[in-house]
Structures are given as structure tokens and as C-alpha cells.
């Protein structure tokens, strides 16, 4: 299979804000991308340590103090594989530059940890997510200069993910990039979390929360362009974030963010957009029979999930009563085989369970993060939309503008003339800018359409294989408890 | 209208009880069965070479009813009274797979074509299972029928085997129901009655005991085996969903995803006919088991009530005697009546012993080989997923 060759995502913008280098500086600086000069936010790496917001309550700084009752709780660790990046090439304007693979990987890693000393809003979610970082040196190059330590771990809310999201979502969509969605909240799981039940439904939410964290993260970190966002890196690196409570549902930006999303859906019906691009439309209509093709999907295997926890439960409740069977039973072999019986089912019941696992968290969490990214995938395509319409809009404007201009010609208003042919001025250049952005905003959802391919081909291919071997295990184990009673039974006598 | 014809799947299905048909002087089996919408309609077939029966080789056609008819005679019987007579066969019962197509029927629209089919083939085979597992039963039943040295040479059993009319003159009527149902009050008296006397005889008394006992264990693992077995059909069912939608997806895949897609589906399809057979062959080996040996240890609690009410009747026997003679009035009368009360409880009491200890080797042996066969199978199975799945994760791998 080729290597993945990743341009650097806006080839004419190159910006030289950098940050402290090691050797190979040149080339360094020929590999950092940044933000387009069009972008609203400028690109600005971070100072060291941002100040916390100190006028919310005293909650938000975590002392170290609250250690013990942040550790109180038992966590799972899980880590999954450390991804590779793709490698950012210098490609372009200086052919003498050999391009180079960066050594960076980055290796997110949530933890979970609770603590309910902490008092917060009934929306907010009150414990903390526990996330380290493993940049590992490469050889040739130190682009590590990204990120300041090697290895770091920060406490992060569930909100703060929302608000890392909430930003990169506002910086990169309208320009094109699928940014990968966070996980959803969940008002009815963390209230069980949070009234104290100490049970096994509320330690899975957690854990499939925090799983669910861990893979938007790696996910974030292997977008090219978006590892690179200082916001992301702050995310990553800083000890403490001012809080985000713009993701809060009912806050102002909340509720902005609500009427904004439904003037979106009232627009997108309004636009008509003359596609003269077959292959927008081709993948666009691929990407909604996809959509629908994995919910439904998503669907079954959520079933099956459900059934195989059922079996599992079942075949407990088989163990104990074929135990109890045992035990009545008055023929002495028998009464040895039914036990022996009974300790199978159990075991088997366990692998049942296993099974569930594995059918949830390599099978059925996948398919529902692709059902999401679509959805984020379809977003861009919407802001394509939405692109040339304002490019259309403006073209329209600035006909009026020169029809306006025309007409005062005949009036003989000397000082509106000239506002009129300014007015004029202006306008071309809106309708140059909004052409540029509709050009660049297509080219980049090319590019990141084929990234997005790529690696879901490599999710889909790696998990199917990992799914399949664990059903290889489940079926091993069971032809060893099995063989294991066979003498038992054959020894009745 | 569904027929069945028995093929070798017969010799599996005869398992769940054993030492039947060595006699080859009376052979019976059930080689056919037509299902008439509510109705079940058995061929019995008889080969013979007893001098009593009127041909070597012949068949009838008897509803589930004439079955249930011939075990309630058996049990009236005052001569069988110490015989643990097999219990009569369970009425044949489609509510599930008749449900579950039903609800398949509503919700054709949801699926591809692909999918409905194949759902559908599931239940059918599903219909096709309880089809052949009501058969086994009743054929069982004749069976257990034959093999008895006594109530094989019964009359009654006789004319349910040859008559070639239909047998609805003979069966309940409405007079005779209401006995049975009068029959079955005294029964639960009865209940309470061995349940509270502690017995002389050590072996009843033990047998008692065990008996209670293990009824209401048996009976709590028969449910919970099925509500297994039902859990497994479901998971199997489910694969079916996932490898139709695979398949959609696959057909519209352009990438170098759409072969493993492909062969993903085509895996999970072969995976779910391995899980069906895990499911019903646990359903046979497991669940019919308990089930068939609850009934028959209802059979054999029935004989410790007859033989209980015996003993009741022979200490009330004793205290008419007791009276008339101090009333010095049918003292001959009561003491024949006491003679004969015990003579009565003594025969049922040696028979029943003997027929508690066969069945006690009789349970054995057929928990042996199903459980043997069960794990046997339930090896082969994972076997042949592991084989199925190897397969195909090399075929990714190198792709």
C-alpha cells in the first residue's frame, strides 16, 4: 500500500509562527502549516501555562489537596495503540528538501477518576478525566517542539472536551475539515453516577465514557492540521483550562448555538445549489447512503449486545439451578457430574459476558463514532453550501451595486456616485474573496474526504480482524471447559 | 398443512429416554405426521409378531387427544396402581414460531429482501424443530408403552394401537371431565397428605424425600435451560441482521473495504447456522432431557399418592375393623375388607419399589449419554466456528 502522502493543508499559506526549534530548523519551518490568513482566529502557539479563570468557584482549580479523594475511586486504564501520524511533508515549492516522515506520536490516554466531594450544576459532569500524553522523541527531527515535555498528564472535564470540541468546530468546519465529533452527554447516566449507586451499570457508563474520550482524542491528534492547533495542544499540555462553560446546554452560547443549528437545517432546505462538480455530488450522495446503511447497522449490532449480556445472564441462572440439581440428587456420580455441569455453565456464562465486551467496544462503539463523523462529514458539505451561497450572494449584491451605480450615472449625484463606485469596489472584492473560499473549501474537503477513506478503511479493516479473533478466543475457551467435562460425564457410572 | 417425514435425525431425537423398542415383538413408531392448522394428526405405525393383535403390520391415525385418552385410562386402572405409567405426551404447542412470524410479517418492511428470506427459513426450520420434537414425544410415549412387560399387554393400549375408526366415542366426555378435574382435588390432598406422614418403610420414605425435592429442582432448571436456549436462538438471529446490512453496505463500498466487508458477511452467515444447531442441539440434548424426566418423576410421585392412599385405606380398614368388632357387627366383612386393603398396599408397595429402582437406572443412563453428547457436539460446533473463522481472518489478513 502507498504511503500516506499528506500535503501540508493550505500549500500557499505557509506562516512562519513558530516556536522554539532544535537542529534540522529549515526544515522544520517548511513543514509547519498553519491557518489560512482568511481564518478568523490567528494561529498563535500558546504561552506556557494559561491563568485560570478565577471568577467561578473554587471547584474549578484542582488542588492538590483533593489527590486522595480523586484517587479514592478505582480506575481502569486502557491504552489503546499508539497511532501513527501521518507524516506532513514538505511538498511544494523547495524539491531540494527530501520529505520526511516526523516522528511525532502522540498517544492519548484516559483515565477516570471520581470524586463526589466536587458539588457542580446538574449539567455538568463532575468527574474528572485523567489524560496523559506520551510524545515520544523521533530521530531526525524534534518537531516535538510542539509540545513542551515528553510525557504529561493533565485532569480534564468531560465539559472540557465539549469546549475543545465547541473550538475547533467553530475554527476549521466552515473551512472545510471534518472535525472528529466529541462524545455525547448523557443527563441520565451521570445523575445515576452522581447520586452515589455504586453498581455495575454506573462503573460500565463510566467506562464507556471514558473510552469513548480516549478514541475522539486519538482521533483529534491524528488529524494533521488540527494536532498542530494550539488549542488542541493547550488541551494536551496545560495543567488547568478556564472552564468551558459555553458547552453548557442552557447557557447563553448553549442556546446560541441551538438557534444557530436551526436557521442551518431552515437554510439548507432554501439553498439550491447548481453543482457543476459530479464528484461532490457522487460523494455526497454516497456518504448519506452510508449513513443510513451504518445506523442501521449500529442498530443490530446494539442488539446483539443486548441478547449476548442476556445469554450470559441467563446461563448464570442455568448454573446455579443445575448446581442445585446436583446437590438433590441422590445417585453420587450424577450428582458429581451435574456440579461439574453447573462450574462449566458458569465459566461459559463469563465468556458470554467477555463476549458482550468485546462485541460492544471493538464492534459497536466504532459504528457509532462513524455514524457521528458522518454526520460531521455531512457538515462540511453543508458549509460548501453554505460557502457558495454567500459567494452567490454576494455576486447578486454586487450587481445591485453596479445597477445602483448605473442609475446615479443619469442623476448627476456626484458624492453618492462615488459611494456608489466604492461600494462597487468593495463588492468585487467580496465576490473574489467568496469565489477563493468556495475554491479552497472544496479543495480541502477533496483532500480531507479521501483522508477520512483512507482511515476509515483502516478502522473498519483492523477491528473487523480484532472482532473476528475475539470470537476465535471465545470459541477456544469453550472447547476447553467442554473437553474438561467430557470424562466427568463419561465417568457416571 | 405441514407433513413430516422422519429421516435420520430420528435416531438423535430418540435419545432423551432409553432401552425402548429391544422387544422386537412389538415395534412402534410415528414415520409420518400431518399438521392441520390447530390439529396434529399422527400416523402410529405397529409391527407386531404377538398372536393378539389381528395383523403382523399395520398403521392408524390418532390426534393428540387419543393419546391423552390412553394415559388417563392407564392411570384409572386399579391394576396399574403400582406402576409408574410414562407421562402422557405435552400438547403440541406452535404459539411461539406462530408468534415469531407473525411479528416477522410486520416487520417485512424493515428489512431487504435477502434478510426477510432468511428470517423466514429460520422460523420455518424453528416450526419444522417443534414439529419433530412433538413427534418424539409421542412416540416415546408408545414406546415406554411396549417395553412394559404389564401395561404393553394392556387392552386398552391394544385398541389404541389397532382400530382404524376414530377413537372420539371413547374419549372424555363432559361427565368424565368433571371426574378428572374431582380426581385432581383429591390428588393435591393427597399431596399434603405423603408430604406430612413420615413413612415406616425406609426406602419410600427416602424416596419421598428425594422425589419432592428433586421435582421442584428439576422443574426450576428446565425453564432456565430454556430461557438459555431461547437467548442463544436470539444472538444467532441477530447475526442474520448484521450480515444482510453488511452486505448492502458492501454492494455500495468502492474501497478496498468492500472484500472484507464482503467476506465478513459471508462469515457471519455460516457462523449463524453454527449457533442455531449449538442452540437446538442444546435445546434436545439439554432442556428436552430435564423436561422429559420432570415429567416422569410426576409419574413416579403419582405411584408414591396411589400407594399412600393405599395405606390410608388399609389403617381406615383397620379401624372399621376395630369398631365392628366391638359392635360385634360385619366383623367377617371388615376383616375380608382389611385383608384385601393390605393385600393391596402390599402388592403396591413391592411393585412400586421395583419400578422406583428401574427408573432410578433409567434416569441415570439417559443423563449419561445426553450430557456425554451434549458436550461431544457442543466441542464440534466450536470446532467447526474455529475452522470458519480462521479461515476467514487469513483471507483478510492478506488482503
Known sequence: MAEDREPPPLADAVQTDFREVEEGEDLFVSTVSTLSPTSPEPASFPAEDISTNSNGPKQEILLDDDQEDLFAEATEEVSLDSPEREPILSDGPSPAITPVTPTVIITPRVDALFDRSLDESFLNYSGFLFLSSSAYRGAAITSLSLFSRNEFSVKRRFSDFLGLHSKLASKYMHIGYIVPPAPEKSIVGMTKVKVGKEDLSSAEFVEKRRSALERYLMRTVNHPALVKDPDVIQFLENTELPRAVSTQALSGAGILRMVNKAADAVNKMTIKMNESDAWFEEKQQQFENLDIQLRKLHASVESLVCHRKELSVNTASFAKSAAMLGNSEDHTALSRALSQLAEVEEKIDQLHHEQAYADFYLFSELLGDYVRLITAVKGVFDQRMKTWSKWQDAQVMLQRKREAEAKLQYANKPDKLQQAKDEIKEWEAKVQQGERDFEQISKNIRREVERFEKQRVKDFKVVIIKYLESLVHTQQQLIKYWEAFLPEAKAIA | ?399
Open chain 2, 1 to 399: 398443512m405441514t407433513s413430516l417425514s422422519q429421516d435420520c435425525d430420528k435416531e438423535k431425537l430418540r435419545s432423551v429416554s432409553v432401552d425402548l423398542n429391544n422387544d422386537s415383538s412389538l415395534l412402534i413408531d410415528i414415520p409420518d405426521a400431518l399438521c392441520e392448522r390447530d390439529k396434529v394428526k399422527f400416523t402410529v405405525h405397529t409391527k407386531t409378531t404377538l398372536n393378539s393383535f389381528q395383523k403382523p403390520d399395520f398403521s392408524v391415525s390418532r390426534q393428540h387427544e387419543d393419546f391423552i385418552w390412553l394415559h388417563d385410562t392407564l392411570v384409572e386402572t386399579e391394576e396399574y396402581a403400582g406402576l409408574i405409567i410414562p407421562p402422557a405426551p405435552p400438547k403440541p404447542d406452535f404459539e411461539s414460531p406462530r408468534e415469531k412470524m407473525h411479528k416477522l410479517g410486520e416487520g417485512e418492511a424493515t428489512m431487504t429482501k435477502e434478510e426477510y428470506t432468511k428470517m423466514k427459513q429460520e422460523l420455518e426450520a424453528e416450526y419444522l424443530a417443534v414439529f419433530k420434537k412433538t413427534v418424539q414425544v409421542h412416540e416415546i410415549f408408545l414406546q415406554r408403552l411396549s417395553s412394559h412387560p404389564n401395561l404393553s399387554k394392556d387392552r386398552n393400549f391394544q385398541i389404541f394401537l389397532e382400530y382404524d375408526q376414530d377413537l372420539s366415542v371413547r374419549r372424555k366426555n363432559a361427565k368424565e371431565m368433571f371426574g378428572g378435574f374431582f380426581k385432581n382435588m383429591v390428588k393435591s390432598a393427597d399431596e399434603v397428605l405423603i408430604s406430612g406422614i413420615k413413612d415406616v418403610d425406609e426406602f419410600f420414605e427416602q424416596e419421598k424425600t428425594f422425589l419432592l425435592d428433586y421435582f421442584s429442582k428439576i422443574k426450576d432448571s428446565t425453564a432456565k435451560a430454556e430461557k438459555m436456549t431461547r437467548s442463544h436462538k436470539n444472538v444467532a438471529d441477530d447475526y442474520i441482521h448484521i450480515s444482510a446490512t453488511l452486505n448492502s453496505i458492501a454492494a455500495d463500498d468502492n474501497t478496498a473495504l468492500k472484500q472484507h466487508l464482503e467476506k465478513f458477511a459471508e462469515l457471519l452467515e455460516k457462523l449463524r447456522k453454527v449457533e442455531g444447531r449449538v442452540a437446538s442441539d442444546q435445546e434436545l440434548k439439554l432442556t428436552e432431557l430435564l423436561r422429559y424426566y420432570m415429567r416422569d418423576i410426576q409419574a413416579a410421585k403419582d405411584l408414591l399418592y396411589r400407594r399412600a392412599r393405599a395405606l390410608a385405606d388399609y389403617e381406615n380398614s383397620n379401624k372399621a375393623l376395630d369398631k365392628a368388632r366391638l359392635k360385634s357387627k360385619d366383623v367377617a366383612q371388615a376383616e375380608e375388607n382389611q385383608k384385601q386393603c393390605l393385600l393391596k398396599f402390599d402388592k403396591l408397595s413391592e411393585s412400586g419399589k421395583k419400578e422406583l429402582t428401574s427408573f432410578k437406572g433409567r434416569r441415570v443412563v439417559a443423563f449419561r449419554k445426553n450430557l456425554i453428547e451434549m458436550a461431544e457436539l457442543e466441542i464440534k460446533h466450536a470446532k467447526n466456528s474455529i475452522s470458519l473463522l480462521q479461515g476467514c481472518i487469513e483471507l483478510l489478513k492478506v488482503n
